[in-house]
């Protein structure tokens, strides 16, 4: 029976997580496994990976053979290099503790690029929501200009009107001033030229 170790779909439609699995090469995809490894999603940024180390390396030590995307997980996570380095120890290349500091070494390096990734991924998250609040700023400066644009007109139009009301008034008054002279006048005429 050959073993493969590779990834079983859960989740749902466009939103996928995936079980690590040790699994028989011929069951189904979702099938039936042996044991499961551990869990990986993708939908985080960066995504989420749990794995029991120890339990892949077992497995890889008996014979499994991981898919590509199995492979890419376990040697992200540091089961490749620790089955590299067990090899090794049986051979006699290292000691125990030389394979244990090796891989603690990795370890530590790894946890610092993650947390670096982390980091920028932060930053960069921040300076977007600062675009954002300053481009809404901006939009919302653009927005009071116009509208104290508008209310300017607004009362240079009222105040025109008033003007032209007053300048209308004024000019009744003088047509009044001067029409009751006018008919005065008139009148004196009219009773001159009936003498």
Known sequence: MSVKIRLQRHGRKGKPFFWIVAADARSKRDGRSLEKLGTYNPNTNPATI????????????????????ARAILSY????LKNHLAIGVRKGALTEEQAETK???WLDEKASKVSEKEGKLAKAQEDAKKAIFEAEKAVN??????????ENEAIKAEADAKAAAAAAVK????????APQTIDEAAQQAKEEEK
């Open 50 to 69: 749990e794995l029991d180390v120890d339990a892949s390396v077992k497995w890889l030590q008996n014979g499994a053979q991981p898919t590509d995307t």
């Open 77 to 80: 996570k540091g089961a490749m």
């Open 103 to 105: 891989f603690q070494a």
């Open 141 to 150: 400066a653009n927005r009071k200009a116009a509208a104290d644009e508008a």
């Open 171 to 178: 000019a009744k008054e003088v047509v009044e001033d001067e």
